[in-house]
């Protein structure tokens, strides 16, 4: 099983739907994943920001959250909820084109699908470096519009 699902909330989302689904198989196959089920669900900023809270015990807004699915010994299963307002705003944030941002925040979420925390400098450093390596490596998949 190979699936990469994607549910928009708006028809403001400028993600070409298609480029996100090869974006997630091209990472998940790099960090060596065959079979799996991954869903991408776009939310308001608003929406993450209660599962945030309600999930996490933390009242802030997020850019990404991530829920593994599966049981130890099964295939991956897991959910990405994103929002792709807090997602541009940090594009314009740190200066990087939006299409950057998205690769970033993707490639983050399924990191911690697959098991890589954020939960210390050295492990955020070891995430941001496999995110930057992400990027480069497929930097020729577009995914806005």
């Not at 091209?26 to 079979?35: D, P």
């Not at 497929?138 to 806005?144: H, N, Q, R």
Request: charged share 30%.
């Amino acid at each position: 099983m190979t699936e990469i699902d994607i549910v928009k909330n708006n028809s403001e989302n400028p993600i070409n739907s298609k480029n996100l689904k090869t974006y997630c198989r091209e990472v998940l196959n790099y960090k060596g994943y065959k079979s799996y089920l991954v869903s991408l669900i776009f939310i308001s900023e608003e929406e993450l920001k209660k599962m945030k809270n309600k999930y996490f015990q933390q009242n802030l807004y997020t850019d990404v959250i991530a829920f593994n699915l599966n049981d130890k010994n099964e295939d991956l299963e897991g959910e990405l909820y994103l929002s792709i307002k807090i997602i541009r705003h940090n594009a314009k944030l740190y200066n990087v084109s939006l299409d950057e941002e998205i690769k970033r925040v993707v490639a983050h979420g399924i990191l911690h699908l697959i098991g890589y925390d954020d939960d210390s400098e050295v492990n955020k450093r070891e995430m941001t470096q496999n995110e930057n390596s992400c990027i480069k490596l497929f930097k020729d998949i577009s995914l806005v519009c």
